[in-house]
């Protein structure tokens, strides 16, 4: 309830362009539904984060990073896993371009993505793509 009264206050004040406020809210509301395992609305509220962070300058900053790595936690928690590997793969992508080599974050979304990768392969059968891979056999 807060964090939408929040949200609505937001784009009341920055209501003439997208702002990263805005859009910090928005990814604050995604959470919480990703906490409440809604995950209808925090796909909603993540790509709504992660679409005005796109617009707001500069073009490739962090704020993307958490997003992009929020939505591959959550593709995750879905069992998408082969989804949750390609939001893993663009955050690392973006951080690339804005960390040094060596920085601990860097190391941190190679590793969720080397992770996920892996457990893919290891639910995979012979045959089978990565999606078919990501559900339950039966």
Known sequence: VFLHKGLEIRKQVYASKPHKETATALMSVGDVYTLMDDFSNALHYLHAAWDMYQEVPPS?????????SKLGKLHERMLKYDLAVQYYQRAFNVAEQILPIDHPELFEHFRAIRCDTRFVTMVQRPGQSIHQASRPAR
Not at 60 to 68: D, E, R, T, W, Y
């Open 60 to 68: 490739v900053h962090l704020k993307i990073v958490s997003v992009l």
